[in-house]
């Protein structure tokens, strides 16, 4: 899987991307029995100055549709782990409405 990491306003520590790496490949693992190679993710990571705020989004195109992730905390890490733990859930959500459609009850 493909991810491309944008940032405004942040800085990213070594130990920051380490685990930005370790949440992709938790989104790949579970994407394995699909296309991983046809998944793109996109993580934008910002500091917004007037809340002092750290905001993580997340676009993952995978499939034909696109997921999506955004979450906020005064912490870079806290808005990181709940965003992809957002989009875990989003991904999990979609796998089994997959699931259902490719095996439709009998």
């Given at each position: 899987m493909r991810f491309e990491l944008s940032r405004a306003n942040v800085e990213v520590s070594d130990?920051?991307?380490k685990a930005?790496?370790?949440k992709v490949d938790k989104i790949e693992e579970?994407?394995?029995r699909y296309h991983p190679d046809a998944a793109d993710l996109?993580?934008?990571l910002e500091?917004?100055?007037k809340l002092k705020?750290?905001?993580c989004t997340l676009n993952l195109k995978a499939f034909?549709?696109?997921l999506h992730a955004k979450k906020s905390a005064p912490e870079l890490?806290?808005?990181i782990d709940r965003s992809f733990d957002a989009l875990i859930k989003e991904l999990e959500h979609y796998r089994v409405k997959i699931n259902k459609s490719l095996h439709p009850a009998e």
């Open positions: 130990s920051i991307e930005i790496q370790q579970r994407l394995k996109s993580i934008h500091f917004i100055d705020s750290h905001e034909k549709d696109s890490r806290a808005a």
